[in-house]
């Protein structure tokens, strides 16, 4: 989700304004893509870097993110009913109690849920995660239960945030950046990319259709030929 700042400044607003409005637009195709029969999808809210912008707005993003999981909360039954697994992405043992309290519970309640499984980074960086894997793989070989040459792909898959899911399939990057910036490295090996140059709260369900069509007509052969 990228372009909240820009699109505030056109209008001469806050960032903050912005990011309310972006905020918005996930929820409006995080809903479009359940609706679709999408199974996994992911989204960017905040990165392991974004901790550099200045205090009020990082504040502002949080208090989002809050909102966000109260309602969540509130409308836990509604999810259910949608089949939705709600999952966070990153490390959160650096966000507030209350945060992680309720992303905890939200996790668990909806562990069950099969339809789609919704995916947010928050405090997330590719490059960590990865990080994050081969220090549990460390400690496994430490402990015994693991030899150097028998580590593979599978052991790092399994120390991602990710888990079991699927690669990444397409990304979708508004803005007009064309740049990964961090997000699922590893799951993002063979992943199609499209760009667009509408900025996050602009985005729209039209968009989505237009990327989920272009992503139809790719040639995917994974080294292949
Ligand atoms: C939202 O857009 C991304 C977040 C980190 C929440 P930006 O805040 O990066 O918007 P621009 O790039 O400044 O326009
Ligand atoms: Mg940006």
Do not use: C
């Amino acid at each position: 989700m990228d372009g909240n700042g820009r699109w505030a400044k056109k209008r001469g607003l806050s960032r903050s304004e912005g990011h309310i409005e972006g905020a918005k637009t996930f929820r409006r195709i995080g809903e479009y893509a359940g609706d679709l029969g999408i199974k996994n999808i992911s989204f960017y809210a905040f990165s392991t870097e974004n901790w550099a912008r200045p205090q009020n707005e990082v504040n502002a993003i949080m208090q989002l993110f809050y909102d966000y999981l109260e309602e969540a909360r509130e409308r836990l039954d509604e999810n259910k009913e949608k089949g939705i697994r709600l999952r966070f992405l990153g490390d959160r043992t650096v966000l507030s109690p209350e945060l992680q309290y309720m992303m905890d519970y939200i996790e668990d309640e909806t562990k069950e849920m099969t339809k789609i499984n919704l995916n947010i980074a928050v405090n997330y960086g590719g490059r960590q995660e990865i990080l994050h894997s081969v220090k549990k793989i460390a400690q496994r070989v430490k402990n015994g239960e693991l030899l150097p040459e028998e580590i593979s792909l599978d052991d790092i898959q399994n120390g991602l945030y990710t888990l079991e899911q699927p690669p990444v399939d397409l990304i979708i990057r508004p803005s007009g950046e064309q740049r990964l910036s961090n997000f699922l490295l590893w799951q993002s090996a063979y992943a199609e990319f499209w760009y667009s140059d509408v900025l996050w709260p602009d985005f729209t369900e039209k968009d989505f259709d237009e990327a989920l069509k272009a992503y139809e007509k790719r040639n995917r052969r994974f080294g292949g030929i």
